[in-house]
């Protein structure tokens, strides 16, 4: 159960588009399509972003949008903004009733 | 509306015991699988546990294995997790979570706020 591979900061200035990767093995991101995304303010409970590698709850914005290919999921952010500036954290089904989250990427809005 | 309050938390000495609580409110509490996640002090998120919505299936994380119990009471809208043999590295915030739909791994939708436990001599 290691910790799915996150870069530790991404950062952009407002408008632009940011891309954040969460590599996995084949044993957990590789062999289902049960990635989730979520963004946490500090001193906040995380938000659910993403959910099923692809597929945005109701009430996030569509800046927000997800994809996997192999062992690594993707959560890209268009047209970034202030508010965006947080940290992001992929989660992935592991099989058997398991889960594991990213280690995190702190994103920072230039 | 839907809501998770964690409560419970504290600071404990190494080696002893405590028991958080998950109260819930605006759904139906006993048709979802329900997890509890933690967060060390400037740290990530690490999955702990789940259980299912009727309590019958229960899985952990290596790191708490024999040590944490999951638990919930439907009757009650309540959700448990009792923690023995606490070690300095169970030091975190816990949340509660609630998976989004009836079946799992379809992503937690709902957080409560969390309670902080401290394993400290």
């Known amino acids: 159960q290691s910790a799915l591979t996150q870069p530790a900061s991404v950062s952009g200035s407002p408008g632009q588009s940011i891309t954040l990767s969460c590599t996995g093995t084949s044993s957990d991101v590789g062999s289902y399509n049960l990635v989730s995304w979520y963004q946490q303010h500090p001193g906040e409970a995380p938000k659910l972003m993403i959910y099923e590698a692809s597929k945005r709850p109701s009430g996030v914005s569509n800046r927000f949008s997800g994809s996997k290919s192999g062992n690594t999921a993707s959560l890209t952010i268009s047209g970034l903004q202030a508010e965006d500036e947080a940290d992001y954290y992929c989660c992935s089904y592991a099989g058997t009733s398991t889960y594991v989250f990213g280690s995190g990427t702190k994103v920072t809005v230039l | 509306q839907v809501q998770l309050v964690e409560s419970g938390g504290g600071v404990v000495q190494p080696g002893r015991s405590l028991r958080l609580s998950c109260a819930a409110s605006?759904?139906?509490?006993?048709?979802?699988?329900m997890h509890w996640v933690r967060q060390a002090p400037g740290k990530g998120l690490e999955w702990v546990a789940i259980i299912s919505y009727d309590g019958k299936n229960k899985y952990y994380a290596d790191s708490v294995k024999g040590r944490f119990t999951i638990s919930r009471d439907n009757s009650k809208k309540t959700l448990f997790v009792q923690m023995n043999s606490l070690r300095d590295d169970d030091t975190a915030m816990y949340y509660c979570?609630?998976?989004?739909?009836?079946?799992?791994?379809?992503?937690?939708?709902?957080w409560g706020k969390g309670t902080t436990v401290t394993v400290s001599s």
């Open positions: 605006g759904f139906i509490f006993s048709d979802y699988a």
């Open positions: 979570a609630k998976e989004r739909v009836t079946v799992a791994g379809r992503g937690m939708d709902v």
